[in-house]
């Protein structure tokens, strides 16, 4: 079992900056591939980056790439999502996932361990 918790959510203005984390235990962490995902409200949960197990690989939702960057430490058991340039639409409840797999993963069915959120909201 896999334990994720996410932190570093808040409130912030359009165009500034938020970083989240997720701190993992429980397993071998680098054995993990990490995705992050984000629910609105009254929406249906959506992919927004994912990295392989070594941070070679990355991928992004075409309305995050270039603003946001998905980046992990597995010394520390951590992995990042800086956001850059926040819009209103970013507003929404960001979870952290994990799967075990070497490889990236994009759909949400292929995750297994899921933390509890961190609330992001934009003003503008």
């Known amino acids: 079992q896999v334990q994720l918790v996410e932190s570093g959510g808040g409130l912030v203005q359009a165009g500034g900056s938020l970083r989240l984390s997720c701190a993992a235990s429980?397993?071998?962490?680098?054995?993990?591939?990490m995705g992050w995902f984000r629910q609105a409200p009254g929406k249906e949960r959506e992919f927004v980056a994912a990295?392989?197990?070594?941070?070679?690989?990355?991928a992004y939702a075409d309305s995050v790439k270039g603003r946001f960057t998905i980046s992990r430490d597995n010394a520390k058991n951590t992995v990042f999502l800086q956001m850059s340039n926040l819009k209103s639409e970013d507003t929404a409840l960001y979870f952290c996932?994990?799967?075990?797999?070497?490889?990236?993963?994009?759909?949400?069915?292929?995750?297994?361990?899921w933390g509890q959120g961190t609330q992001v909201t934009v003003s503008s």
């Open positions: 990295i392989n197990w070594s941070g070679d690989n990355t």
């Open positions: 429980g397993r071998t962490f680098s054995n993990f591939a």
């Open positions: 996932a994990a799967y075990r797999s070497l490889v990236v993963a994009v759909e949400a069915n292929e995750y297994n361990h």
